[in-house]
């Protein structure tokens, strides 16, 4: 049973529109981290939170923002979709910060078009 | 960047063979994790070794971790078919979250 679910699997965006990415998480972690892949890059992190109703900028966070409305739910928002922003997100929980294994959902692949 | 060289791109090896790959690091880590990534899914954890540890085994797996360098290795005994995957390192940055390498692509064939 997944543990970390994340929904849509697949979309397909327009230039300029909203997307809303959705993670849910039944780890019952504190910390939520959205990452992004692009080939030749690995993963860089977009945004993670630690507690509810509050979320945290990470490494390339222009662009995105994030919402964390419950320990259980974690949503990346791009307000303005742009080409640049096609990529496979990844949403990962783990217990705690730092160092701690991170275990990833299945991924959403994003084509903004 | 948390990392140095960058982690070789691919490697193409035959069932059987050994397989070993590289990263290196600049920020001090007291961790190194080793994750396997399956096409179409999120990047699993298959090991991680720690700063007091120079060697890890798990199967057919081994790492190696060398603090003075700070590289680590990761080396897959007798590959086989299924072992095909991207496989990353990464490491912490006290406090925030894992920063991964760029991943090496495994494909080993029959």
């Known amino acids: 049973e997944a543990a970390v679910t994340q929904s849509p699997r697949s979309k397909v965006a327009v230039t300029g529109g909203k997307v809303t990415l959705s993670c849910h998480q039944t780890?019952?972690?504190?910390?939520m981290y959205w990452y992004r892949q692009d080939t030749g890059h690995g993963l860089r992190l977009i945004h993670y939170?630690?507690?509810?109703?509050?979320?945290e900028k990470g490494d390339i966070p222009d662009g995105y923002k994030a919402s964390r409305p419950s320990q259980e739910n974690f949503s990346l928002i791009l307000e303005l979709a742009s080409l640049s922003q096609t990529a496979v997100y990844f949403c990962?929980?783990?217990?705690?910060?730092?160092?701690?294994?991170?275990?990833f959902g299945a991924g959403t692949r994003l084509s903004v078009l | 960047s948390q990392w140095g060289e960058e982690n070789l791109q691919a490697l193409s090896i035959q069932e059987g063979e050994d397989v070993t790959m590289n990263c290196s690091y600049k920020?001090?880590?007291?961790?190194v994790h080793w994750y396997r990534q399956d096409s179409g899914r999120g990047p699993a954890l298959i090991i991680l070794?720690?700063?007091?540890?120079r060697e890890k085994r798990s199967g057919r797996l081994r790492a190696t971790l060398d603090t003075s360098s700070q590289s680590s290795s990761l080396s897959i005994t007798a590959a086989q078919c299924e072992d095909t995957a991207v496989y990353f390192c990464?490491?912490?940055?006290?406090?925030?979250?894992?920063?991964f390498g760029t991943g090496t692509t495994v494909s080993v064939s029959p």
């Open positions: 990962a929980s783990s217990p705690t910060g730092g160092e701690n294994t991170l275990y």
């Open positions: 780890n019952n972690h504190d910390y």
């Open positions: 939170s630690y507690v509810a109703d509050s979320t």
């Open positions: 920020t001090y880590t007291t961790v």
């Open positions: 070794i720690r700063s007091n540890e």
């Open positions: 990464a490491t912490g940055q006290g406090g925030r979250a894992l920063i």
